[in-house]
Structure formats: structure tokens, C-alpha cells
């Protein structure tokens, strides 16, 4: 396969991080967003093949810039995993703070949204044209946790805008498809107690299971590899007895 290029989104750490990694290794050139550069340099770890682009995926200024700058680069852009993302307040919906639900929608959405605009308009000007966009949604875009109604909003509305980004995208050679991951071990999962015991629907709390982040990270690859003519619209990977299926 002829070398191709991937932008990574919240890739100084956790999933993001993992995924560049193994994109890396399987031959693609990489470009790494995210907020922290020191944690982007960290990433490369000596690595040639990667362009580190520090930016904050809620600015369209910085957004554009960024992939201005892996055009500059590399030419194109072939594939966008937009994994950045945060949790959010521990809240329901009768207790969170307004300007806590803005600031993840924002981050959550709007900066997923920044970023897949920026790839379809890059991906729709080159030659040849198109590309491929998988979007980080979670098991949460299915099934909420308790207390983390911001989060699990913006999540399901990721599931649309991946549906979306492929509907319009078509014309244009543009799949998008989405990833959702459950109990991957992240920093995340330590947030939300998932070693130590995280909160249950009865009030109850359980030591859940989780399964290496690399894993994950594979199955990006795996869908960034897929051929123009196949995609896959969604992927549920989740740790193996986590409670998601059935009654918990």
C-alpha cells in the first residue's frame, strides 16, 4: 500500500495516543492534534514519521490551520480519526451546571465537527480525491452511565453527525464511519472509578472490567485500512463482561 497520511485528534494520550501509534506502525504517516504539545511530543517517541500540531480543536482558526499545515506537509489528507473528546461533569440532567453542558458539547461536538469540516474539505480538493473520517463515539452514544448526562448527550450526537459526514460525503468519496468503545483502560476509566468501583444504575458500585487500550487502537486501524469501496457505519468494542449487554 502506498504511503498514507491520518490526523489523530487528542492524540497527546489514551486512545488517541494508542491509535497513532499503531497507525504509525502500520505505515501511514501521521499528524498529531491536540492541546498539549509537550504531551504530542511525548507521542512521537522518536518516531519520524509524525508532525506534531498543537491546537485546540474548538478554535476554527486552529483547526484550519492545523490542516493547512499537514497539506503543507504531506500533501493530503487521507484519514481523520476524531477521537478528541472529554467527560465532562459528573452530573444528571436535574443537576448540571449550564456552562459545564456547553463546555463539553463544545469540545465534544462542535470541535468533532470543526475537524471532520476541515478533512472533507481537504479530502474533496485533492487528487486523487476522498478519504475516510471515524469519528470516537462510545458505548455511552448507546447506553448512558449514571450521572454523565453532558457526555452521554454529546455522544449520541456524534452517531448523527457520523451519519451525516458519510450522506454528504458521498459525492465526494468521503466514508465516515464510527467507533464505539467501552472500558478501553485510559485515564478516563480511572476518572470515572472503573477500577476502584464505578457508580451503577441501583446506586451500587462495581469493579468493572476493562481490556488494553492497544486493542482499540487496532480496530481504528483496522477501518482506516479498509479499501475505498467497503466501510463500516459502526463498531462496538467493548472490555469483555463490562456491564452493557442485558440487565448490567
Known amino acids: 500500500m502506498e504511503e498514507r497520511i491520518a490526523v489523530v485528534t487528542g492524540a497527546g494520550s489514551g486512545i488517541g495516543r494508542a491509535t497513532a501509534h499503531a497507525l504509525h506502525d502500520a505505515g501511514f504517516r501521521v499528524a498529531l492534534i491536540g ?10 517517541q522518536g518516531r519520524e514519521r509524525m508532525l506534531v500540531l498543537p491546537a485546540d480543536v474548538t478554535s476554527e482558526a486552529d483547526v484550519d490551520a492545523a490542516f493547512a499545515a499537514v497539506v503543507a506537509e504531506w ?8 477521537n478528541a473528546g472529554t467527560f465532562g461533569p459528573a452530573a444528571s440532567a436535574a443537576d448540571v451546571e449550564a456552562d459545564a453542558w456547553r463546555a463539553t458539547l463544545e ?17 474533496r480538493a485533492q487528487q486523487p480525491r476522498g478519504g475516510r473520517i471515524i469519528n470516537n463515539g462510545s458505548i455511552s452514544a448507546h447506553v448512558p452511565r ?13 452517531s448523527g453527525l457520523t451519519k451525516s459526514i458519510d450522506l454528504d460525503g458521498r459525492a465526494d468519496g468521503i466514508s465516515c464511519g464510527q467507533i464505539d468503545i467501552g472500558n478501553a483502560a485510559t485515564s478516563i476509566m480511572t476518572e470515572i472509578g472503573v477500577g476502584s468501583g464505578a457508580l451503577q444504575p441501583d446506586g ?44 448490567g
Open 35 to 44: 492541546r498539549r504539545e509537550a504531551a504530542l511530543r511525548e507521542t512521537t
Open 75 to 82: 500533501g493530503r489528507v487521507d484519514v481523520l480519526f476524531n
Open 107 to 123: 469540545v465534544n461536538v462542535t470541535g468533532t465537527l470543526l475537524c471532520a469540516r476541515a478533512a472533507m474539505r481537504t479530502m
Open 146 to 158: 449514571p450521572q454523565s448526562v453532558a457526555y452521554s448527550v454529546s455522544k449520541h450526537a456524534i
Open 204 to 247: 451500587s458500585r462495581l469493579v468493572e472490567p476493562t481490556f488494553d487500550v492497544a486493542d482499540a487502537a487496532r480496530a481504528v486501524v483496522f477501518m482506516a485500512q479498509l479499501p475505498p469501496e467497503a466501510n463500516i457505519g459502526e463498531l462496538v468494542v467493548t472490555a469483555a463482561g463490562m456491564p452493557f449487554g442485558g440487565r
